[in-house]
């Protein structure tokens, strides 16, 4: 454990580093921008040891493991974020324990994961993902820009859900600085008519430094902390 607890705090080191340096090159405070360490495929003793490291933010991106790594780390004061393709007869369970589901990318989530907020008794925040794939790609995940007006009327108008800013995901096959830079031109239009949802999650192992140029307040970094994931995803 001592050995897996000095690799994860010299990965984070590296990774705080390279956070610091793309803030400062943006002009950006430091403190603008938020780690959310996704610990996908690796254990709960992960997970420990980077909340002994000072994490506060996790990411998971399916349901059946997320929602038992949660119960075994109860104790650890963690922030969740749910950044995972969401099952809409999966989305009120989700919503049972995750503090921020990032990829609302369609309005039939949207009522059961207000059911599930409401059953836990807890508001539960929630990031609408835009798709930055060139019209006309093949469909990967999120909204395309022009429905995400109307998503975000009806995250605002359902009970418990707290409308709080944008993800997204730069596409294969195209240079990150661009897709981040149409992500950025929608989120301005966005934050226009949602003054108070300013979180931009954006911005992964490979493309934290181009999401944070173009505005990224939450970065979601896996294997640049963890190392690589097991092949078998
Ligand atoms: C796995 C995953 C990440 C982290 O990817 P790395 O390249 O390992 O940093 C970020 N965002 C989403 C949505 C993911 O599924």
Redesign the pocket.
Known sequence: MTARRDELAANLDVVRRRIATACSEAGRPQDDVSL?V?T?FFPASDVRLLADLGVTDV?E?RHQEAEAKVAECADLGLRWHF??GLQSNKAAAVASYADTV??LDRAKLVGPLSRGAQARGRDVEVLLQVSLDPAGAEHRSGAVPSDVADLARRVEEAPMLRLRGL?A?APLGEAPEAAFSRLADVRADFVREHPDATVL?AG???D?EAAITHGATHV???????GP?PEVQ
């Open positions: 959310v996704v996908k990411g991106n950044i995972g990032e990829s993800m995901v999650s992964m192992s490979g934290l979601r970094v896996g294997s640049a902390v963890l994931r």
